[in-house]
Structures are given as structure tokens and as C-alpha cells.
């Protein structure tokens, strides 16, 4: 998820989805009857709307599919567009099938239709609410979202489903939003101390560093929101992506206004950039970067800085940078813990105000483990379905409107890596997870391996007999019960289990 390309998108052209398709000219050598001109491509096309509108129903094809688009007929494949990731997988999901079927018979050539997400700006109905920004201020600045939150306020703005979640930005991102937990306090409690006293020393810089999805940008964002808010001493703040300074900085330098640009930000109270690791390998605008810094602490300012990895581990940044990103409070997020998933999701449906059962939240804080924007994204699926057809939200029914995210987690971890890292944990060769050897010093841990790869992987039992040197399902069905029964006789055990768990979904 997240901010990572999706794959199997491509740029539209600019303008593709104004008028209609052109048909390709590859068609038409590949088929012996003439292609389709637009108008006849696009007369199909509206009739498929039309008959798919009649087949689902009104509501559903206003939710879920009415801001489709056609993009390019290519030979035997259409594409057709959706405005955001999530209204796609939907449609994947749930109409691909008729999709495909109403086009074909409509136009005998068609053989594929390719569902995708259109490019920036190319949504049906325009909008600027990706360009409102977080309200903070600093007028030349307050543009400068970074993209993934772009990529969400695109998802809020075409989940027509969820009314509810299309509060602006500044209230989603607050302090009291941020759910506190041990793998967070600390960083939460900087981001805190900086937003009540910025520039006291010892905190400046602040640099927050963590996985993807933990919420660094959540915090910055909180820090800005929460200085904003402070009438009696108004202070400019301003936040961007390290990849919007760069850009800023070399439009700067095209517009011959690179004077202007510096003092813009040297002119801000609180500097914060987001994903500093973009910088590595872009020599001049970390020098660039460097000198702000450097006048702006010299100066009294607060900044604040996030990134991937600790400054120490940030190679590819210039050693004095680096020097000086580590030189104020450096705040790592940790990976979440159960608990704290399960916090976060209690939080989430509250204010969603809806019902959850316990046994939903669990089972998702259980399967989604890596990220929390990921375990928001399924929480407020499970919601808008629920919501869409009046139905309560189920265990049964998460499984199946989770279905492609929970297959993805579940492909995560592989046998080989559980068996590898319990051998390791247990000091065994991991030889041993196959060999017919029984003592208890290897047959225990083998038991664990067994038990892991029932529980985190889709593989059935007699699949995981066969990776433990062609074991049959019967022992691994006894190892999974053995070692559940351990777990809770022996609470040692217990967390050693749930500490190779917790490392193999990380
Ligand atoms: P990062 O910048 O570290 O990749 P984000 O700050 O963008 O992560 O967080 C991803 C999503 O998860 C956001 O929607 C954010 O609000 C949410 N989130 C992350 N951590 C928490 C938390 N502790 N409490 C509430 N929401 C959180
Ligand atoms: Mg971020």
C-alpha cells in the first residue's frame, strides 16, 4: 500500500480521458474486420454503463461506479478508469466479472478489461481538495502536502460511501487522533514537547524515524496543526515532503528565483520536512537542504524531520548532515504491537461510530501487522460495505470483503523464513526442521516452526508436513495443539512464541 507506485498503473496521456479512446492501430492489423471508430467505441461503451446500472441496481452504481471512465482500447483489451486504489480494488473485486462479460458482448474483439487507477487530476468530477492543504500556515508553502497524503485525501474524496471520513485533513492528523502506545510514546511525547515549546534545546532538530505507515507524518502534521491553532503567537510553520523541496528548489532554480526560495524558509518559525531519505543521492538539493538547516537553527527556528531509518543509518546523507540530524532529539517509532493495533482500531471505529465486534478488531490487529495506514484502509472498507448494505459487520464477512488484502499478508511470510528464524532463535541447524531426529532440544522448536506456519501462512496442514521433511498432517495437527497448550501453561514459552511472531510479521 501506501505511497509505493502501484504497478499496474501506467500515466494516462494527458487528456485521454476527455474525449474518448482512439483506437489503436495495432487492432487493426491484428484482426481482420476494421477497429471500432471512437464514436462506436464510446456508443458500446455507454451501453455497457447502462445495462451494468441496470444490473446492480442505482445505489450500488452510484457508489461503487459511476465515476468509471474509459481509457484506451488496445486490440482485445479495454481499460477502464477509477478516480482512487480503493474504488478500484473494489471494482476489481466485484464487477470485474460482469465487466468483462458485458463488454464482450457488446464488442465480440474485446477480450480483457483492465481496471486502473486513472492519473492525477484525471477524475471525473475535479476537485481542489487535494489542494487545500493541512491549513498550516506559510502562504508560499501551505501547497507543499507530500504525496501520500495527497494519495489518501484522494481516497476520502471518492469514497462517496463514507461521508464521515471526508473531514478535512487537520482534524485527521491531530494529537488527539494519534493513538499512544509503548512503540510510539516516546516519539509522541517529543512531537508533543515540540509543539508546546519549539526550538528548546534539546530538542532541535527533532528527527522522527520509523517503517512506513507508523505515523511520522501524522505527528508532523499534529505539531503544525496544534502550532496553528495558537492565535496569541502566531508562528509560521511550514511542512513538505522532501521530495516537494526538491522540486521547490529546482524551480527555483529555473525560474532564477532561488533567492526568493531561500528566504521563504528561512523565513518560517518551524521547518519540518517529511521522508528526508528522498534526499539520498540528490547532492544539490542536500546541500541545499543543509544550509537551511543550518541558518534556521542558527537562527532559533525549530525543525523537524522524518525518515526511514536513524541519521546514523541514513547512509548516502552527507556525513555533516547527518552530524547535525542527530544532534538535537532523535524519536524512533516502533513497530506496533498487538495491543496497540487493537487500540488504534477500537479508535478508528469510534469515531467511524460503528459497531465492530471485538473478535473483528482482533483478527484484523492479528493479520495486518506491517502498517497501520493499511489496517485504517481495511477497517474503513469493512465499514463502507457494512454501511453500503445494511449488514452487520461479521468475522465472516471480513474475510470476504478482505479478501485480496488478507491473501497478500498471508504471502508474506513463507515456511522457509519461519523454520530459518526459530532455528536460529532456538540455536538448532536448520537441517534439523526436516531431519527424523526427535529429541526434545529439536523437536520442540520444530513444533514451533509448525505451529507458526499454520498460523501465519495460508498453507494447509498436510503442505506444511511436506516442507518439514514430508511429514504427514496428522503431526503437524499435533504439533499446532501441543504448542497452543504450551503457550498457555507456560507463559515464558508463551512470549518467546509471540516475540518469533510478532518478528516474522514485521
Ligand atoms: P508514516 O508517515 O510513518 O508513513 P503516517 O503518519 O502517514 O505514516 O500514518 C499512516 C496512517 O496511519 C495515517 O492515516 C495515520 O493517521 C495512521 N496512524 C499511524 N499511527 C497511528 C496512531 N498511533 N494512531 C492513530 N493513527 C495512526
Ligand atoms: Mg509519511
Redesign the pocket.
Known sequence: M?SNPDPGDTKLKPGALDGFPIPSVRSAIEHASPPDTADQLSAQWARVRNRLQQDVGDLEYRTWLRQMTLGNVDGDEVTVHLPSRFLRDWVRGHYADKLNALWQSENKRIRRVDIRVSGAGASAEPSNAGRDGPGLPGDALADALDE??LD?MEDLRSDPARPEMAVPLDT??EFD?????KP?EFA?ACARRVAERPSSPGFNPLFLY????????????AIGIELSRRPATPIQVAYMSAEKFMYRFIAAIRNQSTMEFKEQLRSVDVLMV??LQFLIGKDNTQEEFFHTFNALVDAGKQIVV?ADKSPSDLSGLEDRLRTRLGCGMVAD?HA?TFE?RIS?LE??ALRAQAQVPPKVLEFLAHKITS???E??GSLNRLIAHANLFGRPITLESTQEVLHDILKAHDRRVTIEEIQKRVAEHWNIRLTDMSSARRARAVARPRQVAMYLAKQLTSRSLPEIGRKFGNRDHTTVMHAVSRIAELIEQDSDFGERVELLRRMLES
Open positions: 501506501d501520500s497524503a489518501r485527521r492528523f487522533s494519534f493513538v499512544v502506545g510510539n509522541y520509523g517503517g512506513v505507515g507508523l505515523g511520522k507524518t501524522h505527528l508532523m502534521h517529511d521522508d522524518s517509532l506496533t496497540l488504534i479508535a478508528k502498517n497501520v495506514r489496517l485504517e
